[in-house]
């Protein structure tokens, strides 16, 4: 895929089929470390056992519609082949989490993408589950929590024009100040 984000979109709408009500996805950039890992955990149904072994596998799906699923093997693929890993755990009735770590200045590694929009998505087709969204650039932390939104404006949903646009910024700017605060430690720095 030509974005990271077209990935976690997909393997959140994995969380979303599986039944959770709160996903949680963590990226963390470190150019010292040279690695971009995205974490998305859920509290779903789990993956028994018996299937999660062979679960990257193509040909695995729970879908009716095909007989293979491509998310999991996708993002698997992708991060392997920039000199990364990709890890899956799953407990039945507890939940799931994914790992996907790059290296970041691998040379098939694509760009993120735009996370503005793509929480927007996320937002937009989760329904009523939640979503904890942290970015750690360097160091720099950006949280982003609908259950704390939903609180804090006192509604349900927060699938509304006026909100979602102002979503969009909220996470933006936030993305771009993590951003910019990182290069100006760097500038301070001895
Ligand atoms: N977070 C999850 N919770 C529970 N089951 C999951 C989760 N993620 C994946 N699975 C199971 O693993 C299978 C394979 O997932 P994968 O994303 O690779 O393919 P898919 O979702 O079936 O199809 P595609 O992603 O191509 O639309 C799913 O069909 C589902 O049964
Ligand atoms: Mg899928």
């Known amino acids: 895929m030509k974005e990271l984000s077209l990935h976690i979109l997909d393997i959140t709408q994995n969380s979303i089929r599986a039944q ?4 949680e ?3 963390v950039e470190s150019t010292a470390n040279n690695e971009l890992t995205i974490i998305i955990k859920d509290n779903g149904c789990g993956i028994p056992a018996d299937r999660l072994e062979n679960i990257t596998d193509p040909f695995v799906t729970t879908r009716t519609t ?5 998310g999991l093997s996708l993002f698997k693929a992708a991060a392997e082949g920039c000199g990364g890993y990709f890890e899956i755990s799953s407990t039945q009735g507890v939940g799931t989490k994914v790992v996907a770590s790059f290296k970041r200045d691998h ?3 694509v760009p993120l ?3 503005a929009d793509t929480i927007l998505t996320m937002v937009m087709s989760f329904g009523a589950a939640d979503l904890i969204y942290e ?12 259950q704390e939104i939903k609180a804090t404006l006192e509604v349900e949903s927060l699938n509304e024009p006026d909100i ?8 933006s700017e936030g993305l771009k100040e993590i951003q910019e605060m990182m290069e100006e430690a760097l500038w301070q720095s001895p």
Do not use: C, P, S
């Open 20 to 23: 959770a009500k709160l996903v």
């Open 25 to 27: 996805l963590f990226i």
């Open 66 to 70: 095909r007989k293979v699923g491509l």
């Open 107 to 109: 040379i098939d590694r």
């Open 113 to 115: 993408g735009n996370m």
């Open 135 to 146: 970015h750690d650039y360097n160091n720099q932390l950006f949280v982003f929590n609908t």
């Open 164 to 171: 979602l646009n102002w979503i969009r910024e909220y996470v």
